[in-house]
């Protein structure tokens, strides 16, 4: 299954935060993650995630580090600010919304077979 | 698990493509650093995984994705790296310290160079009373200074070092001692010409050990206009300053005239010399060059003009009016349209092949020169009714030297259009030529004042 493109970016905020909300991580660790949770449904090109840390970074959600890591290498560290966690509050909030709403939806829909299928039209005639 | 062939092969892959990253603005060094770790750590997981190391280093560039996407989505999260900009980014972290330094030599340069050319005022020689002094002495107040920065840079030997000190102290005892008539053509011709004389100078101290390359020399040209754009920038900006502080200070009843002519001019004049000089020099990597963009935009105007002109004296019949200035005017024409043609090839990638810019081009040359032999005979008729005077000599000189500058670049030119020679020829003929220059102007420093009994 292959999830829409505009989903995954309107998805990718909450769940890095969310992610660094656990731990500090960098980049690949944080995409061994996200597979994890999604059950490997989630599949995100590896270097889109940069441009997203980045621009959370800007936002002032996350702050980076360089750190030196066990390979002896360079290594790049995000930890989620307190607005971050704030942010975090609200994507949930705001992602439970939608849930909420579509649960409701696919609810009905399961009552009512077939009504995704009719014609919007029924409506006027 | 890899053994150590392997991991040179794993290593030269990384370096390739950490290079080819590199070719995108938007995407910075520690960025590229970023990615490389995640790059490495996927290779390390895949090669667990039981992958070799080709196959491991190809799934995880794959994973990372395509590097045109991710490139426009870094620019689109820092538009700002789209306009090169200078001040902004230090490459790598390593650079920033050398970058620091640099700015404070630099600074420290201006500052002495401002102080020095107040230094003469302390020993009685005040600046309105004796200008014919400080015209004489204008470029020994920075040029220097400016040498010993590249000297500094570019770690020259003492050997190098002691040839340019001693360029400087003949000029400077020349200009001193000779008994120059007050107000005399010689001593202008000598204040004219020092500064282009001792920029050559300048430039052996900027090529170093590349001076005797043609790409040495060329950079030398390169950084020349540059410098003359980004000083006009700063002179610019410097009239706004001083414009804005006539304003506010007149607002309380003060005037400002007295320390802007003798501290402010002066001083900012020479020290901007140099802080220009250090901006060429940061930025050059950084920034598009200017000179070949105006370079461009200029080559078909004044083409047009040129041959409008032209056009109209054959049309019309008028002969050009000889006065006094005509030659003057004759010899800047000539400059200008040598420094059309010297930054388009400064800027030219050799390997192309030619097109319709270099047809304009060579419409410029050919109808300044035209122009200019036109002007040259009209001078010839009636040189005899004018009689050598010094000022005339080095205009004819300069002029004569110009002509044959841009006459065999225009054959040069026209064998590369034709296919009978290279880019490269052309290159190394304006190049080479460059020295004319100064030691033409050398000679009008040193020769003509005894020439001419110092009138």
């Not at chain 2, 010297?342 to 270099?358: E, H, T």
């Amino acid at each position: 299954m292959e999830i829409n493109k505009d989903l995954i970016a309107a998805s990718s905020t909450p769940i890095v935060l969310a992610i660094l909300a656990e731990e500090d991580s960098y980049g690949y660790a944080i995409l061994q993650r996200v597979r994890e949770l999604s059950g490997g449904r989630l599949e995100w090109t590896d270097g889109m995630l940069y441009p997203v840390l980045h621009r959370l970074g800007r936002l002032g959600y996350v702050e980076a580090r360089w750190e030196i890591a066990d390979s002896g290498r360079r290594r790049k560290y995000y930890r989620i600010t307190a607005l971050g966690r704030a942010q975090l509050d609200e994507q949930r909030t705001q992602w439970q919304a939608v849930d909420a709403t579509l649960r409701g939806i696919w609810q009905m829909t399961a009552l009512k077979p077939g009504i995704l299928n009719a014609v919007p039209l029924t409506q006027g005639a | 698990m890899p053994n150590t062939e392997h991991s040179d092969v794993l290593e030269e892959r990384i370096g390739q493509w950490r290079e080819y990253l590199r070719r995108r603005q938007a995407i910075h060094a520690v960025d590229i650093a970023e990615l490389e770790d995640h790059l490495r750590e996927q290779v390390a997981s895949l090669i667990d995984a039981g992958l070799d190391a080709d196959e491991a280093f190809l799934v995880a560039v794959k994973r990372i994705g395509a590097l045109d996407a991710l490139s426009r989505e870094f620019a689109h999260e820092y538009s700002e790296r789209l306009w090169k900009q200078l001040v902004l980014t230090p490459d790598a972290e390593e650079p920033r310290a050398t970058a620091r330094t640099d700015a404070l030599v630099a600074f420290g340069l201006a500052i002495t160079a401002a102080i020095l050319v107040k230094l003469p005022a302390l020993f009685g020689l005040d600046m309105d009373a004796e200008a014919a002094f400080y015209a004489r002495n204008v470029s020994l107040f920075v040029f220097p200074l400016l040498a010993g920065y590249f000297v500094w840079k570019r770690h020259l030997g003492t050997s190098v070092v002691r040839w340019l000190a001693l360029a400087f102290v003949v000029a400077g005892v020349i200009v001193n001692v000779y008994p120059f008539a007050a107000g005399g053509s010689t001593e202008g011709l000598a204040a004219l010409h020092l500064p282009i004389a001792l920029w050559l100078v300048v430039g052996i101290a900027y090529a170093g050990e590349r001076w005797r390359e043609v790409g040495g020399r060329m950079d030398f040209i390169r950084f020349s206009g540059e410098l003359f754009i980004y000083y006009v920038l700063i002179a610019l900006g410097g009239g706004v300053l001083v414009a804005f502080m006539a304003m506010i200070f007149q607002a309380i009843g003060m005037d400002i005239e007295p320390f802007f002519e003798s501290w402010l001019l002066p001083c900012g004049a020479v020290g901007a010399v140099v802080i220009a000089s250090w901006l060429v020099e940061a930025k050059q990597s950084v920034i598009e060059n200017m000179a070949p963009v105006l370079t461009r935009l200029f080559t078909p105007l004044f083409a047009a003009v040129l041959v409008t002109f032209l056009g109209t004296m054959l049309l019309t019949g008028r002969a050009i009016d000889i006065d006094r200035d005509v030659l003057i005017a004759f010899d800047l024409l000539l400059v200008i349209v040598l420094g059309l043609l010297l930054y388009s090839v400064s800027a030219r990638d050799p390997q192309s092949p030619p097109g319709f810019f270099d047809v304009l081009q060579i419409v410029l040359v050919v109808s300044a020169l035209l122009a200019d032999v036109v002007a040259l005979w009209a001078i010839a008729a009636r040189i005899s009714e004018f009689g050598f005077t010094p000022n005339r000599v080095a205009a004819l000189g300069e002029n004569v030297i110009l002509l044959v500058n841009l006459a065999w670049s225009a054959v040069l030119y026209v064998r590369f259009m034709r296919g009978h020679g290279s880019f490269g020829s052309l290159e190394k003929w304006q190049t080479d030529y460059v020295p004319v220059y100064a030691v033409w102007a050398a000679i009008v420093v040193i020769v003509f004042p005894p020439l001419f009994a110092f009138a």
